[in-house]
């Protein structure tokens, strides 16, 4: 099986920053893509930042140049640098992974998310 952890949200002021992680551990065989999500109660769960295998990202408009997406393969980690961070910023975030495991099957998993508030 695979597991998904996330870790790094926390309090943060107004125009802060903050540094989100996430490990993919298991009978990982390739990790095709590595993402981030948000969710604020009331809301559906919005689509962050994502990388995939060939390291190319995306971001919704919304984050674009202040928050940065990158990926350890080797360790199965993605991170999240968000800077700037506004008070509309604040979300509980969620790890998301696309891969192969096991003997070849795919599969799409989450991490159990991680709360950010940005208020002063």
């Known amino acids: 099986q695979v597991q998904v952890a996330e870790s790094g949200g926390g309090l943060v002021q107004p125009g802060g920053s903050l540094r989100l992680s996430c490990v993919a551990s298991g009978s990982i065989l390739v990790i095709n893509v590595m993402g981030w999500y948000r969710q604020v109660p009331g809301k559906d769960r919005e689509l962050v930042a994502r990388?995939?295998?060939?390291?190319?990202?995306n971001y919704a408009d919304s984050v674009k140049g202040r928050f940065t997406i990158s990926r350890e393969k080797a360790n199965y980690t993605v991170y999240l640098e968000m800077n700037s961070l506004k008070p509309e910023d604040t979300a509980v975030y969620y790890c998301n992974v696309d891969l192969y495991y096991g003997m070849g099957s795919r599969g799409d998993y989450w991490g159990q998310g991680t709360q950010v508030t940005v208020s002063s």
């Open positions: 990388v995939n295998s060939g390291d190319n990202t």
